[in-house]
Each structure stands twice: as structure tokens, then as C-alpha cells.
């Protein structure tokens, strides 16, 4: 029989193991309260505090001055024409130092008065550039000015050295090889001129020395003929003798009729390279307007070269499209050529954000893909070995204004099936730039501008206020000024932005927004 002290003795027994088994194990906290974890009536959670964080300055990549170059576009549409050529080299002096913010601009062709600006250490970039000759400009405010070609490929390198003023004395001589009077001699495309004597014996004084020196010789009847010289102190003593000069040839003719407007123009390039000992001056032969009545002739070409010859009219189609002639020896090769009126135009309206006319807006109609259109007018343009400087056919640009309603028509003349698409600008003091992609022809465009939102700048820091690098504004839009970090007067709109530090890009924006007062932090 169980006592009732056994049961309680039982039951202490049992209440003293539960304790045991509760107590011995991991201690559990308390969950909190599930409604506390519900959002509110805005949809909004608890607040959760992230982790402290310490923002540390990195350093910016490359030593030396920043350099921002600047590019305006426009509204969001803008594309560029296709360009897949790039210069970059430096800017030396005569003992190899190089020459400070030092500008190199393009002169003539299709890129006309394009230019950069080296930074602190001569070093220079131009990217964008049209594959093919182009002639440079090249001085700093403590140097000499020279002017220079240069074929530029993909990716060309080309240092510029700018050296002591020389007197080099030349010897000019005639396709007969003797002495030739009268000629005009030119370094640097005639900075520096002069005539033969009669023992055809020319002096160039100032000639700042250095490689691939550009000397053109002009003579009556003869080839008109360049040579690229290395010109140093040490190799300039002596009387450089010339290569003999080669009898010139003749091509003339007569346009005989045009659409209303402005004149022809003509332009020649070779459809071979140069196999003589010389170039020939090609820009000579570059971009010629015909007289009013439509008569053109061309005197001093070379004989042994087949020359293709193209006419330009913003409105019309030539017929024939291109001749390819060599130049008469005796008498002048003639060429004759009509222009038709072309029906394929690029019609439009430009109007405000309130539809009301805009007159006077510059439209501008360019080839989206230049060189496709220079290689199909002339056969030869893209050979490494071609002399001639790039021409500017009508193909590549063509311009108008809109009238007092508003309106612009351009023709599109003898525009080259399968060379790719057109871009239409539009531009308008005050008013934001915009851009149409034209891929077919023949409808009616409108096109709207919305006016400028104030002058707007760009202003570049540093991050925790750390001292940003000096600032550099190697291209900058013509309306616009800088100073240090600051580029002011800029017109509201996209632009192409491309900050570097010795070569190093820091940020790269294809299209980057600028108004009011922009700020970059670095």
C-alpha cells in the first residue's frame, strides 16, 4: 500500500527534474512582439540604422592637371559622324623640352580650324579625327609657328618639334635640268617665301628647324611640287639642290549649266600615289569656283597620273558624275560637265515649345559616315600613300536657314546611294540644339527647339572638400569661358564629357546634362 508521504516525495522528486532539464539548457530570449514588425498605413517599415561607415578619399589616377574637354550635342538624340582616326604626340622645342599648352589646329579639308591644346608637358590628343592627310598648324606663345602634314590612321603618333630659326639656300632647276629663274619657293605653306635669282638660287630665312619641313616650289608651267626636308642646324650649310622640276600638263573645260545659287566648285584628287621624286601641291586643285560662266582651267599638273575630277553644287546632280582624265601636255585635256537640278530633298518646319515659327535657325545636313562618302567620289582616299589633303565635298555638309515661316529646304544633291545616313542640325541662339536622324527623304520634318533655361556652368570638387588638381579646358565651346575649376556661359543642352589626368581617363559621359550650375564630385 502507497503512503501518502511516498506520492509527495514522488512528486518533489518530479518537480526538481523539470527544474533541471529547463534551467540546463541555451537561455532563450524573448521574441519581440509581431505587430511591431508590421508596416504602417504609408507602407513604410521600421527604421533599420545601418553600420557606421567612414568615407575615405581615394587619390585620383595619373599626376599633374586635370584636363576637361567639353563637347556641346545638344538635345538627347545627337549622334556624331563616324570618325576612326586619332593624333597624339608631343610638342618639343629645339633641345627636346617640350613646349607648354602649345595649339595644334587643322587647316583646310573637311575638319577645317579644328585644334586642342598640349597640357603642361607638350603631350597633345586629337581623337576623332578623318582617316586620311591633314595639314597642321602648329605654335605656343614661345615658339616659332610651323605648319605640317601628316597622314592620320587609327591610332598615329607624330611629336611636332618646333627648333631654332635657320637660313637654308636652295637651287631650283627646270624639266630641262638647268637653272630656273622666277621660281617661288614657300616653307610651312608660305610663311616663309621667297624668289630664285637668275642662277636659280633662293634664300629662306626664319625657318625653325626640325623633321619633315614642308617646301613647296611654284614655277610658270611646271609641276607644282612639295618636298618634306629634314632642316637642321648641322645639314644646311651647303645649297640644297631640288630635284628637277617636271613640265606641267593642263585640264580645262566649262560647266554649262547649274541650278540657281552659288557657282561650282571644282576639286581634283589622284587616283595613284605620287611616283615622282616630289608631291604635288594637291590643295592647289582643291575646292576651285568656276568663273560665271562656268569656264575652269587648271595649269602645272603632272602628266603621268590619272587624275579623277569632280564637280560639287549644293543643289545639283553632275553629269557626268566624275571624270578620270590625264592632263594634257601640249594642249589642255577639255571636260565638260552639266549640273541638274535634284528633285531628292530634306524639307522641314522648326517651331518652339509653343508651335509658334522659328526664323533664322541654322540647319546643318551632314554625312553620317564621311569617309564612306570620300571613298566613293574618289576611289583613291583611304591609301596610306595618297598625298593629297582630305577635300570637303558638298556630300559632307550641306547648310540653310529657316525662313520667316519657319521653313528650310535642302537639296541632296549627287548624295551617294549606299554611303550611309544624314544628320540634320538645328541650331538657334538661346535655344537648345537638336538633331534628326534623316534615313529616308522626301516627307516633311518638324523639328522643335525649347529655349534655353539660363546660362549654365559646370563646376568641378573634390570629395571630404580634398584639393582637386588644377584644371586644364583644352576644348571648350566657343561661348563658353573657364577658370580653374569653373567653365561658365555654357549652353543648357548634352555634352561630351572626357576628364583625364596625364593621359589616365577619370570620367567619360557620352551624354552628360548641363544646367543651371552642374556640379562633378571626383
Known amino acids: 500500500m502507497i503512503r501518502p508521504t511516498h506520492i509527495l516525495l514522488l512528486v518533489a522528486i518530479l518537480v526538481m527534474a523539470v ?31 545601418a553600420a557606421d561607415l567612414e568615407e575615405v578619399l581615394l587619390p585620383l589616377l595619373g599626376s599633374g592637371p586635370l584636363q576637361i574637354h567639353l563637347e556641346y550635342l545638344g538635345d538627347a538624340n545627337y549622334q556624331s559622324p563616324v570618325y576612326g582616326g586619332n593624333l597624339k604626340g608631343k610638342v618639343l622645342d629645339a633641345y627636346g623640352k617640350p613646349l607648354a599648352f602649345a595649339r595644334i589646329e587643322i587647316v583646310g579639308g573637311p575638319q577645317d580650324t579644328n585644334f586642342v591644346i598640349a597640357d603642361k608637358n607638350g603631350e597633345y590628343q586629337m581623337p576623332g579625327l578623318l582617316p586620311g592627310m591633314h595639314i597642321f598648324r602648329i605654335n605656343s606663345a614661345t615658339s616659332a609657328e610651323i605648319i605640317r602634314m601628316q597622314y592620320v590612321a587609327r591610332d598615329t603618333t607624330r611629336d611636332w618639334l618646333i627648333g631654332q630659326a635657320i637660313s637654308v639656300t636652295f637651287e631650283v632647276r627646270n624639266h630641262n635640268n638647268k637653272v630656273l629663274e622666277h621660281a617661288d619657293v614657300r616653307s610651312d605653306f608660305g610663311l616663309r617665301q621667297a624668289t630664285t635669282n637668275e642662277q636659280g638660287i633662293v634664300v629662306l630665312h626664319g625657318i625653325p628647324s626640325g623633321g619633315r619641313v614642308v617646301i613647296d616650289v611654284f614655277a610658270d608651267e611646271h609641276v607644282s611640287t612639295r618636298y618634306e626636308l629634314n632642316l637642321y642646324a648641322a645639314n644646311t650649310t651647303d645649297v640644297i639642290k631640288l630635284a628637277p622640276l617636271e613640265k606641267g600638263g593642263r585640264i580645262a573645260g566649262r560647266i554649262k549649266s547649274w541650278p540657281g545659287g552659288d557657282v561650282p566648285t571644282i576639286s581634283i584628287v589622284p587616283r595613284t600615289a605620287d611616283s615622282r621624286s616630289g608631291m604635288t601641291v594637291w590643295e592647289k586643285f582643291q575646292d576651285v569656283r568656276v568663273t560665271n560662266d562656268g569656264y575652269f582651267s587648271f595649269d602645272d599638273l603632272p602628266t603621268n597620273q590619272l587624275l579623277d575630277i569632280r564637280v560639287n553644287h549644293a543643289q545639283g546632280i553632275c553629269d557626268p558624275r566624275g571624270r578620270a582624265i ?14 541638274r537640278l535634284s528633285k531628292a530633298k530634306v524639307s522641314g518646319r522648326v517651331v518652339d515649345e509653343n508651335g509658334s515659327v522659328v526664323a533664322g535657325a541654322e540647319v546643318e545636313l551632314l554625312a553620317a559616315s564621311p569617309l564612306k562618302v570620300l571613298s566613293a567620289i574618289y576611289p583613291s582616299i583611304g591609301s596610306e600613300r595618297l598625298s593629297a589633303r582630305l577635300p570637303m565635298p558638298s556630300q559632307l555638309r550641306r547648310t540653310a536657314r529657316t525662313n520667316k515661316r519657319g521653313e528650310f529646304d535642302i537639296a541632296l544633291g549627287d548624295h551617294i ?12 541662339k538661346g535655344m537648345v540644339s537638336a538633331q534628326h536622324v534623316i534615313k529616308t527623304v522626301g516627307s516633311m520634318l518638324e523639328v522643335t527647339l525649347r529655349e534655353q533655361r539660363g546660362g549654365a556652368s559646370l563646376l568641378l570638387s573634390r570629395r571630404l572638400d580634398g584639393v582637386l588638381p588644377p ?7 566657343a561661348s563658353a569661358n573657364a577658370t580653374g575649376e569653373h567653365a561658365r556661359e555654357l549652353l543648357e543642352g548634352f555634352y561630351r564629357l572626357h576628364i583625364l589626368r596625364d593621359g589616365k581617363t577619370i570620367l567619360r559621359e557620352d551624354k552628360y546634362w548641363i544646367s543651371g550650375e552642374t556640379k562633378i564630385v571626383l
Open 326 to 339: 590625264t592632263a594634257g601636255k601640249q594642249s589642255p585635256m577639255r571636260c565638260d560637265f552639266i549640273v
Open 417 to 428: 546611294q549606299g554611303t550611309g545616313r544624314l544628320l540634320l542640325n538645328v541650331d538657334k
Open 19 to 49: 527544474g533541471f532539464v529547463f534551467n540546463s539548457g541555451p537561455r532563450v530570449e524573448p521574441q519581440p512582439d509581431v505587430s511591431e514588425l508590421i508596416a504602417d498605413d504609408n507602407g513604410h517599415g521600421p527604421e533599420v540604422k
Open 471 to 477: 584644371c586644364e579646358w583644352p576644348a571648350l565651346p
